[in-house]
């Protein structure tokens, strides 16, 4: 069984346009997270929640909104699409924040074009 | 946000020589975590230090936390091409989710 699991693995989609990225864990974690991987392979934190609630919004554009159905659960619509989203977004959880082990996803490459 | 600087950024080396990875900051953390990421996937975590002065080991890789808690170092010994791959030190400011260093590809040829 996977534990940390996303969807799409890849995206390729038109500026302007509206997607979603789900991500799914079955490790019973308590927190979970949203980075974004560029194209230097630099990971930076986008979001974090923790049992559904919002607990870190970096400075993200508005543009993209998490969504957290359950504590396991946590999706990523992004609106709008530009040129600049191209990147591989990773999902993660972890128990305690900052203290914890972090269990990535395989990531999804979105490609705008 | 507290900035990590790793260097190198890129070493390519052949198999069977040693090489450090290096993790810098101005800013104390109370435990500094090293994950490893292939191609296509996620990071994985190697090993977390968390006492100033420790030194872990993990087979051929050795791990040391400074200190003063702001840097970390992380030493392999006869490499091999298995070892190939993005190498990331993490810290976490309190109550914050972990941020990461800009990480070192490392490329080992047999």
């Known amino acids: 069984d996977t534990a940390v699991s996303q969807t799409p693995k890849y995206l390729v989609t038109q500026m302007g346009n509206d997607k979603s990225i789900k991500c799914e864990q079955n490790l019973g974690h308590d927190t979970m997270y949203w980075y974004k991987q560029d194209s230097k392979k630099f990971l930076k934190i986008m979001f974090s929640y923790n049992n559904k609630e919002l607990i870190i919004n970096e400075t993200v554009p508005n543009r993209f909104s998490p969504k957290s159905p359950d504590k396991a659960h946590l999706n990523l619509h992004i609106n709008s699409l530009e040129l600049g989203d191209s990147a591989v977004y990773f999902c993660a959880s972890s128990r305690p924040i900052s203290t914890g082990e972090l269990f990535f996803g395989e990531g999804s490459r979105l490609t705008v074009l | 946000t507290q900035l990590l600087e790793q260097s190198p950024q890129f070493l390519s080396i052949q198999e069977g020589e040693n090489l450090t990875v290096y993790c810098n900051s101005s800013?104390?953390?109370?435990?500094l975590q090293w994950y490893r990421q292939e191609p296509g996937e996620g990071p994985v975590l190697l090993v977390t230090?968390?006492?100033?002065?420790e030194v872990k080991k993990l087979k051929r890789l050795t791990f040391q936390f400074g200190d003063a808690r702001k840097d970390s170092s992380l030493h392999i010994t006869a490499a091999q091409p298995g070892d190939t791959g993005l190498y990331l030190c993490a810290g976490a400011p309190e109550q914050y989710a972990l941020n990461f260093g800009k990480g070192t590809s490392l490329l080992v040829t047999p």
């Open positions: 800013s104390v953390f109370s435990s």
């Open positions: 230090v968390v006492t100033g002065g």
